[in-house]
């Protein structure tokens, strides 16, 4: 073949694969329904959830934060569909990363026993803006070793006491070099943002269009959430020429600084129908650590912890990220939202920001926008996510589980997901810092 003959189809060929794409974007597949989901028939359940409760999201200067633990502990409670008796909790799991600092509090466990009336093991966990999480993975753990029938896991954070200071205080879950050279964690994201636009979309605008569309879509998604923090649409105007913050990061790109609390209720599994008809169960539960700080990374634009325990939890469940109906993805910053699609592999590497941004405009105006691509769809932060929620930095985690929780059991209101079949498979990715540690769960409504 000659040279123009060979251009020729090259062209075709890149031509065909084209359409195929956009036919694909554009014809939304449906998700398959619970009984073609191939969840491993080995899987055991860590636990199962049976309640979920939370506070809203945003400033509560009227609340203390044990206050806000215990409404969200309470609403938990309460939502226990055959009851739930205070002296069947048989230990508490409680996230947090600042309290200290914020609202010169310590001993928690003391705080809580006073708050509860009880006088039951509590344990805390710290883990930065993925302490919720990781409370969440320590109460799965507890649950699956037999050693408790009944916990509650809570998460919380009273960041707006701290006015000012709370910027520098997050910085205690950097490397104190980074805190010296002058960063904030707008700062450390801001140089993955710019190092992800200058690998993979330096010359093509919609790249930096796509990562102002994950701020658009999360507040889209929160318009329904009762207890979200922003309930506005924005567009990607409205973020391009929001104030900056740490070039290339802008304010609409950020999460905000919150207050609030949410809180589960987990029981062993085989106790669980006792409890409600309609158990969720954490089929996946993995927690993944890296060096703290970002300077020393191998790459500066995806997350190891991510790749490691998204990848573990998928194996443990015979499931792959094409299974995953909905997932509440760790989007403190919006970068980290498109990393996460790359990180779990949805998206190939350096691929994110062409999904999001075709997804976004094919998806325009529905109340959900779905991230999709040849065969597979997922909705990601349903609720709107850190960036529309809020993110109240040691609730977070807890408040992914309590979101899919609802979700699952189609009792999230106005914002519920409406998928073609049935909704059974969900993700939480938690992280803490800018990937010192990740945790994931996975959860199933049937099994
Ligand atoms: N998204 C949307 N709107 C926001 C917002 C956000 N993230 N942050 C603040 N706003 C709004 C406020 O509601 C307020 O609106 P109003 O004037 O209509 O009342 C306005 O913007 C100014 O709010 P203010 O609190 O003065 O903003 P700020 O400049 O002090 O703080 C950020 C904005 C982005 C710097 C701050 O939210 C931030 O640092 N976020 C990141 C927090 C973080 O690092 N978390 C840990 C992640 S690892």
């Avoid at 036919?23 to 309640?51: F, N």
């Avoid at 109460?139 to 006015?163: H, N, P, Q, W």
């Avoid at 062993?268 to 409600?276: F, G, H, V």
């Avoid at 995806?302 to 109906?325: M, P």
């Amino acid at each position: 073949m000659n040279i123009i003959g060979s251009m020729i189809s090259s062209l075709v060929v890149a031509l065909k694969q084209v359409f195929h794409h956009v036919g694909t974007l554009k014809s939304h597949r449906p998700l398959r329904v619970a009984q073609d989901l191939p969840v491993s028939s080995k899987v055991e359940p860590y636990a199962a959830i049976i309640g979920a409760g939370r506070s809203s999201f945003g400033e509560q200067w009227y609340k203390d934060p044990e206050k806000l633990v215990m409404e969200a502990g309470i609403r938990a409670m309460e939502s226990v569909d055959s009851g739930l008796r205070r002296r069947d909790i048989q230990a508490c799991y409680l996230g947090s990363f600042l309290y200290q600092a914020t609202n010169k509090l310590s001993l928690l466990p003391g705080h809580m026993a006073r708050e509860l009336g009880i006088n039951i093991p509590m344990n805390t966990t710290e883990a930065a803006c993925g302490s919720g999480g990781s409370a969440f993975y320590n109460g799965c753990i507890a649950i699956k070793s037999g050693k408790y029938d009944v916990v509650l896991v809570g998460g919380f954070e009273k960041m707006t006491d701290r006015s000012g200071k709370i910027i520098d205080d997050l910085m205690f879950a950097a490397d104190p070099h980074e805190f010296d050279a002058g960063f904030t964690f707008s700062g450390l994201y801001a140089a993955m943002m710019a190092r992800y636009i200058h690998d993979y979309g330096e010359r093509d605008n919609r790249c930096v269009e796509a990562l102002a569309q994950v701020a658009c879509k999360n507040h889209h998604h929160a318009i329904g959430n009762e207890y979200a923090q922003f309930r506005r649409e924005i567009t990607v105007e409205d973020v391009l020429k929001s104030q900056p913050i740490a070039d290339p990061i802008r304010l609409l790109h950020c999460s905000p600084v919150s207050d609030g609390a949410a809180a589960v209720i987990l029981a062993r599994p085989d106790l669980a129908k006792k409890y409600t008809d309609t158990p969720t169960y954490v089929i996946g539960s993995q927690q993944a650590t890296d060096d703290v700080s970002l300077f020393t990374r191998a790459s500066l634009t995806g997350i190891k912890a991510t790749r490691l325990a998204v990848g573990i939890a998928l194996k443990e469940t015979g499931l792959s990220i094409e299974d995953i109906q909905i997932a509440e993805a760790h989007d403190c910053f919006t970068i980290e939202e498109a990393m996460f699609l790359e990180d779990s592999g949805f998206y190939e590497m350096g691929k994110a920001w062409q999904g999001i941004y075709e997804s976004y405009e094919s998806s325009k105006g529905s109340k959900h926008i779905p991230y999709v691509k040849d065969g597979a769809s997922i909705i990601v932060n349903p609720g709107g996510g850190l960036k529309a929620d809020g993110h109240p930095v040691g609730a977070t985690g807890v408040r992914q589980i309590v979101e899919c929780f609802k979700q699952l059991r189609n009792e999230a209101g106005n914002h519920q997901v409406e998928v073609d079949g049935d909704l059974n498979l969900a993700l939480c990715h938690n992280i803490g810092g800018t990937g010192g540690i990740a945790v994931v769960h996975i959860l199933a409504r049937d099994i």
